[in-house]
């Protein structure tokens, strides 16, 4: 029963947080966006203090149930566990004494990350947002296809019920890096068990700590327990030492696989208040494990470092036939107030990509520096900034995009349009053109007088907010003769 019950609160969270991801129609309700925001690394750098108590506090009552029904990766882990046992060895999992010099050296390294800005390293071990980058750069992607595919289908049909959308990897190292990361994870779900979630995880390491003092435990019955091993050898979070009848519960993550497969009802789930877990400190670690866990992260940290020259502008100039420009300083969303404060605050959950209407937004390379790459970063290359949207600093988890409202956004200068008169097609071709200036939704494009009864744009940078609207109707290639320079700090 209570597997079961964990089992369908489990689907249904991991369900609903991946179609939001995936909702390239839009049809299903912002609100939905709190999935996201109850995550714990969301919460703690967006000041959620509510949220945080809630979560702290349901581990004191119940555990870890967090790892195994609310974050999204666990779920994902456990998912790829099943497929495991139908297609290799059941009960394959033993114990292993805690890595804990591994776990607790990560969690320094995760909260120096944060502490001096160095987002990167957050970006690359927080749970929830190696998840969401999964789903953006690698499922998404196949999802539009498939959406394209039925397109086709319905089309011929006479039917027009799927709407084609136009697929393309919009970095090629977010793409690297998430392929490697979920590699990564599926190996050592597959092998270990939950290694990374007791290892690796800084979520995973904090609430641990917690759990030791939940009043809610899993215990063994010695009378009853004749030593069978069982209960260990489904464990996947390898936490149950069945020779000394000790449970490690700073790494259970109450999935109650354990209670389920025992024959014998040796163990059960209840309250038993101040029991201490008899936890074995980490004498002999693994080496291999440790050998493996330090190849996988100079792995993703070597990956930026050689992907940070411009994968996703060769990309766009493919796609879209124009040159990326050279801009000083890089296009941050409204709502983020300035770059230095995105930078901080973002740990690269590409939720705000996922969700931009215009495919505004991408993951940077190298214009935020190697230490925030993956960070969101405007081009208008295929797109430009609705005036009347404000979808992304609606569904932003940790408050690196802050939620504003549309007349507050309509009044956000996230950037200047700066004008190169030779480029454009009235001096190149002489052609009259006017593009820029009539989807300026400010006006704060002019047309002033020229050759030969020809107009020419002249820019009003007070009244320009860096939409983007200009750079994306101006004809010009492959440079536009128009494009958006970024602020440091945005003005209102």
């Keep these: ?42 919460a703690l750098l967006a000041h959620s203090t509510v949220i945080l108590i809630i979560l702290i506090g349901l581990t004191m009552i119940l555990g870890r149930i967090y790892c195994s029904v609310i974050c999204p990766l666990g779920v994902f882990q456990d998912i790829v566990g099943w497929f495991s046992s139908r297609f290799g060895k059941k009960n394959r999992y033993k114990y292993f004494k805690p890595l804990n010099v591994v776990r607790y050296s990560f969690l320094a390294v995760f909260m120096i990350g944060l502490i001096a800005g160095i987002m990167i390293i957050p970006a690359l071990i927080d749970p929830y947002s190696l998840y969401g980058r999964m789903i953006t750069s690698l499922i998404k992607p196949l999802y539009q296809l498939g959406n394209n595919l039925m397109a086709d289908v319905t089309d011929a049909n006479g039917s027009y019920y799927f709407a084609r959308n136009q697929v393309y990897i919009a970095s090629l190292a977010s793409l690297i890096i998430s392929a490697v990361s979920v590699v990564t994870i599926k190996f050592l779900m597959w092998k270990y068990g939950r290694v990374y979630c007791n290892s690796v995880c800084p979520v995973g390491t904090i609430l641990g700590v917690v759990s030791k003092f939940a009043i809610f435990k899993i215990a063994i019955n010695t009378e009853q327990c004749n030593n069978c091993g069982l209960c260990a050898r489904r464990c996947k979070a390898s936490c149950i030492d069945s020779k000394n009848h000790a449970i490690d519960y700073s790494r259970c993550i109450a999935c109650y696989n354990c209670i389920g497969v025992c024959k014998r009802d040796a163990i059960t789930y209840k309250y038993q208040p101040n029991k201490k877990s008899k936890e074995v400190l980490s004498a002999n670690v693994d080496h291999s494990k440790r050998r493996f866990f330090g190849t996988a992260i100079a792995t993703s940290v070597a990956v930026p470092k050689i992907m940070a020259h411009g994968a996703g502008e060769d990309i ?6 124009r040159s990326v420009p050279k801009r000083e300083i890089p296009l941050s969303p409204a709502g983020s107030l300035a770059v230095k404060r995105l930078n901080n605050h973002c740990t690269s959950c590409h939720l705000c990509i996922a969700k931009c209407p215009n495919n505004v937004l991408r993951p940077s390379v190298k214009e935020y520096g190697i230490t925030n790459i993956m960070q969101p970063v405007m081009y208008y290359e295929k797109g ?12 932003c988890p940790n408050g690196a995009i802050s939620k504003v409202s549309i007349e507050e956004k309509q009044k956000i200068k996230i950037g200047y349009a700066s004008l190169n008169i030779e480029s454009c097609v009235v001096v190149t071709d002489k052609e009259e053109c006017g593009n820029c200036s009539r989807h300026c939704p400010v006006d704060a494009i002019r047309m002033l007088p020229y050759e030969d009864k020809r107009r020419i744009p002249k820019v009003d940078t007070e009244l320009c907010i860096g939409c983007g609207a200009c750079e994306f109707h101006c004809p010009a290639k492959p440079f536009t003769a128009i494009y958006v320079e970024g602020y440091e700090v945005h003005k209102a």
């Design 1 to 42: 029963m209570l597997k079961n019950t964990r089992l369908i609160a489990a689907l249904l969270w991991f369900s609903l947080i991946t179609l939001y991801f995936l909702d390239i129609a839009s049809v299903l309700p912002d609100k939905m966006a709190r999935l996201a925001k109850m995550q714990f690394v969301p």
């Design 384 to 395: 430009f900034c609705d005036y009347n949207c404000n979808l992304c600093s609606t569904v």
């Design 316 to 321: 766009i100039t493919k796609v879209t036939g």
